[in-house]
């Protein structure tokens, strides 16, 4: 299974962070309702423009299967949940909700 992290302003706004294009690491823990990630991000990404806006990020985690559809998980992004340590390169937040679905099922069908 290939998985591509995206973390974005808004839904369908500027893409902040793209696991498959950015050489970022991330780590995602799950309890209960919650899931915290930290995703280490490279020097060359600049991350202002996504912490100016970080109460406003939607996060979603593509996961692509060889035999099956694609399956897409959005996280909503908990508010005041978002960290960055700069001297680590570490970006952390939280999500108190997700949704996952399958987007071959939607849309429009011949």
Do not use: C
């Not at 309702?33 to 060359?44: G, I, K, N, Q, Y």
């Amino acid at each position: 299974m290939k998985e591509t992290l995206l973390i974005k302003h808004a839904v369908g706004g500027r893409t902040f962070v793209d696991s498959s294009k950015h050489g970022v690491h991330y780590h995602i823990e799950q309890a209960a309702d919650l899931w915290a990630f930290t995703v280490t991000v490279p020097p060359e990404l600049d991350l202002a423009n996504l912490l100016a806006w970080k109460e406003e990020l939607n996060v979603f985690l593509f996961q692509e299967h060889e035999d099956k559809p694609t399956v897409k998980i959005w996280f909503y992004v908990q508010e005041q949940s978002v960290s960055f340590q700069a001297n680590e390169r570490k970006l952390a937040f939280k999500a108190k909700a997700m949704i996952e679905y399958i987007p071959h099922n939607y849309g429009y069908k011949l």
